[in-house]
């Protein structure tokens, strides 16, 4: 069995990287411990880490930097319980955005904002949404001098739609997320010019600007969209396999 190398370890979540029996480089990411009733949900209305697959691969289509899927699969075990699992291929020499930026030795780090807006718009107008889009889900390879090359990972909180999500509510609270974090790290108004070349005119960007000032409660308030969106897609989802 190839030697593993624990990542996170955490009561519902295990992650761990090691290659795989044709030599890939991998990692691997388990939820655990799930309960009968919620894995019996999933079975009928997608599960987390086929949904997480699926993202991914659109992702991929749509030629946006991201950690390439390899495989999904779920099971039982007595260490584990209930389990699904994702895999993808290890991205070498990488490291999150944020842990990049508050490492001494890599705190300088440029990256190509302009290259990371443009591909989020790629991603919103291919009908994907990240859910979760924030420097620890950035990972980064550091290039001397150079910006440094970035992936999208983490795409727990992702819903994909069947027509662009450009100019939508869900669309531009991917871009909060993304704004208000970065700019902790940036300062104030940094991601403007991003915004631009992301496709928002000078307007939207400063009514952007003044719903990041009340991130937290846009944050509660989306959130409680996000779930009817999830129930609607996961609904439709069922219906689709069932009359299929």
């Known amino acids: 069995m190839p030697a593993r190398v624990l990542i996170k370890d955490e009561p519902k979540c295990l992650i761990w990287s090691?290659?795989?029996e044709d030599g890939t480089p991998a990692?691997?990411?388990?939820?655990r411990r799930r309960g009968a009733a919620g894995f019996l949900?999933?079975?009928?209305?997608?599960?987390?880490a086929a949904r997480e697959y699926a993202a991914l691969s659109r992702l991929e289509r749509l030629g946006i930097p991201c950690s390439r899927p390899l495989f999904w699969k779920r099971g039982y075990d007595r260490a584990h319980g209930f389990h699904e699992t994702l895999a993808t291929r290890e991205i070498e020499g990488a490291v999150a955005l944020n842990a990049a930026w508050t490492a001494p030795e890599t705190?300088?780090?440029?990256?190509?904002?302009?290259?990371?807006?443009e591909a989020v718009a790629r991603m919103h107008k291919g009908g994907a949404f990240h859910g979760a889009l924030s420097p620890k889900n950035i990972l980064v390879?550091?290039?001397?001098?150079?910006?440094a090359a970035f992936h999208l990972v983490d795409t727990a909180r992702s819903k994909l739609f069947a027509a662009s999500i450009f100019g939508r509510r869900i669309a531009a609270y991917d871009l909060l997320q993304l704004v208000v974090k970065l700019e902790r790290f940036l300062g104030q108004g940094a991601c403007k010019p991003y915004l631009h070349r992301y496709g928002l005119d000078a307007a939207s960007i400063e009514r952007l600007y003044a719903e990041a000032a009340n991130y937290g409660t846009l944050r509660r308030r989306?959130?409680?969209?996000?779930?009817?969106?999830?129930?609607?897609?996961?609904?439709?989802?069922?219906?689709?396999?069932?009359?299929?």
């Open 107 to 117: 705190a300088k780090l440029e990256i190509d904002g302009e290259a990371l807006f």
């Open 222 to 244: 989306d959130k409680l969209i996000q779930a009817r969106l999830t129930a609607n897609i996961q609904w439709a989802a069922w219906s689709a396999r069932r009359l299929g």
């Open 18 to 20: 090691e290659r795989l």
């Open 141 to 147: 390879i550091p290039a001397g001098s150079l910006p």
């Open 41 to 48: 949900r999933e079975s009928l209305f997608g599960f987390r």
């Open 27 to 31: 990692v691997l990411k388990m939820y």
